[in-house]
């Protein structure tokens, strides 16, 4: 695996990160090192309790590392911030604030003193991103499982950070409307040009999001395994992916990888 | 959601009962002398040590039926705010006076509670600390308060605030503390990503999440303090409806005793209905 700190292009630098819950005993992961560059979207993939969710969330700044650090811009960070945005998996809008509200909450924080007329417009873009201009003054209560993530990622997006990170964003919701929002997203993605991190545990998203992928080795003391490039064109869509070259070869080499892992895992009979 | 007509047969039902009410009051009220008749000897006898003889009965002390009550309430309240002197002011007076030790007592419990329960809430060591305390603080009966309060705070009005603030700051207390103890992990992660101050994060995330929870430790705090001041003026007061509900009990004016009693329980509903609203106008759905 390449790891050069000092090329400008890598906005992260994530460096020998380590985590154990118990002194002296196994860490949850190890050596886990990789970077990421500007504009690029890259995937994390493993198997649950791996420990994918503390990796991002030592990146959000939200947990600390037991060794190792992540830098950003070249600033080692020290907790958490605006320079990054955080889609979380349970959505964590807050129920008392409507869509609009929860939104420019956001927006005002990223830019105190703004004037109410320009957070209103700024909230109407982005909830507009996410095509939920409509659901403006609802609740979050009253909103289905899908529109909540866009909520999120609107929100994510309004503070423009330098790195996006979203743990398995999707996950709870049906494969339908996974399939509107992921395009959606990439669509966001490719006209701000935004980096992103992010956990699946879905090897399609995965393909079609990711420009670059990380396999984890199963815990304890997981590892990353593997780095695969994403073989496919820059402009994917969700439409034709599965009929283009490398597709298949790229989804059966994952879907190997993830099964062989798990058989390791299981205890072998006599 | 009930529906409609099931709560217009619940008011029919209520007007219902009211009228059983008033019909079991006035027979119960009804002349001794018609009771007499079915009665035994012995019973007689016993009323007769008991001074409860047919010309006794005539007397104004007798318990006052539902037309007598009402003549006399309307009495009371055509001035209820009359100050003549002190042991002759209106009832509107008396509950003003109660009222007013509720709105001091109560007012310092919230403005010490809700913010000390913050503070525990986000603190588990002290909220562990303090624990004890509030445990053992919180079951003392308000009047078991009232000796030490008048050896220590002498004034009797002070007293009656003091009753009020002890008695209904731990519920406020417990329920802040319980309210924003229990706030979502991920909100708490949102304000930090957000970078949000503390101040900020109080108002836009702490206290909107807790508050529900809050307004409920207040409105049980306000129904006890609202039990306690009667039962603290009776006791010591010179003015407030406790005291009003003891003078006349010593007037032998039934009908005053029983419209204040009516009266205190008024009002205790009109609070609780306020803050109901209050309650709903904070609550969300998850
Ligand atoms: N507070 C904790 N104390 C001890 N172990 C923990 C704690 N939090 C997480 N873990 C362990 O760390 C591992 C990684 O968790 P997580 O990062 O959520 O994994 P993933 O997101 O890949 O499913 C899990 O095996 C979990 O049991
Ligand atoms: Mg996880």
Redesign the pocket.
């Known amino acids: 695996m390449q790891n050069e700190p000092n090329k400008p292009d890598h906005l992260v630098v994530v460096d020998t990160l380590e985590k154990r819950?118990t002194k002296g005993g196994v860490p949850?992961f190890s050596d886990i090192s990789f970077s990421i560059d500007r504009g690029e979207i890259v995937c994390m993939i493993?198997h649950?309790?791996?420990?994918?969710?503390?990796?991002l969330n030592i990146l959000a700044g939200l947990e600390s590392a037991s060794s190792g650090q992540v830098s950003i811009n070249g600033h080692t960070i020290r907790g958490p911030g605006l320079d990054r945005g955080v889609v979380f998996q349970g959505h964590a809008l807050m129920p008392w604030l409507t869509v609009e509200q929860n939104v420019a909450m956001a927006i005002r924080s990223r830019h105190p003193g703004m004037q109410r007329g320009d957070v209103k417009n700024m909230t109407e873009h982005y909830l507009g991103l996410v095509s939920l201009k409509e659901a403006m003054h609802k609740r979050p209560s009253e909103l289905s499982g899908g529109m909540r993530q866009r909520v999120g990622i609107a929100r994510a997006f309004s503070t423009t950070p330098e790195l996006l990170l979203m743990d398995e964003p999707f996950g709870a919701l049906d494969a339908l409307t996974r399939g509107v929002i992921q395009d959606e997203l990439l669509n966001i993605c490719a006209q701000t040009h935004q980096t992103v991190f992010m956990?699946t545990h879905d090897i399609d998203e995965a393909i079609l999001l990711a420009d670059r992928l990380l396999l984890m080795s199963s815990?304890?003391n997981a590892h990353i395994a593997e780095v695969v490039q994403n073989p496919l064109p820059k402009e994917r869509s969700r439409a034709e992916i599965h009929h283009q070259k490398g597709y298949s070869d790229l989804r059966n080499h994952i879907m190997d990888f993830l099964v062989q892992k798990l058989n390791l895992k299981e205890p072998k009979n006599n | 959601m009930m529906r409609r007509t099931d709560k217009l047969k619940g008011f029919a039902l209520s007007v219902l009962l009211t009228l059983a009410l008033l019909l079991t009051w006035q027979y119960l009220t009804l002349p001794f002398e018609t009771h007499v008749g079915s009665s035994s000897a012995q019973n007689a006898e016993y009323e007769m040590l008991m001074g409860h003889t047919p010309a006794t009965q005539q007397a104004s002390h007798n318990f006052p039926s539902p037309r007598q009550f009402a003549v006399d309430a309307w009495q009371e309240l055509k001035s209820p705010f009359h100050n003549t002197n002190a042991n002759n002011r209106g009832i509107g007076w008396q509950l003003g006076a109660s009222l007013y030790r509720v709105l001091i007592g109560y007012g310092l419990a919230v403005i010490v509670a809700v913010p000390l329960g913050l503070l525990l809430g986000q603190l588990p060591i002290l909220r562990a600390g303090l624990n004890p305390f509030i445990q053992i603080l919180r079951p003392i009966s308000p009047l078991a308060w009232m000796p030490i309060a008048l050896y220590t705070i002498k004034d009797a009005e002070e007293c009656g605030i003091f009753v009020i603030f002890i008695c209904s700051i731990w519920p406020i207390l417990l329920n802040t503390s319980f309210g924003v103890s229990r706030l979502r992990k991920e909100w708490l992660d949102v304000a930090r990503t957000l970078e949000l101050s503390w101040a900020r994060r109080l108002w836009l995330i702490i206290l909107p999440a807790a508050a529900p929870t809050i307004v409920t430790g207040m409105r049980v705090g306000l129904g006890i303090a609202w039990l306690a001041i009667v039962a603290a003026e009776m006791l010591v007061g010179s003015s407030g409806i406790g005291y009003f509900v003891w003078n006349q009990w010593n007037n032998l004016s039934l009908s005053n005793v029983i419209l204040a009693v009516l009266l205190i329980g008024v009002t205790g509903m009109i609070l609780d209905t306020a803050f109901a609203a209050l309650q709903r106008s904070v609550s969300y759905a998850e």
Request: with cysteine; net charge positive; glycine share 28%.
């Open positions: 819950y949850v493993g649950s309790g791996c420990g994918k969710s503390t990796i956990i815990g304890p």
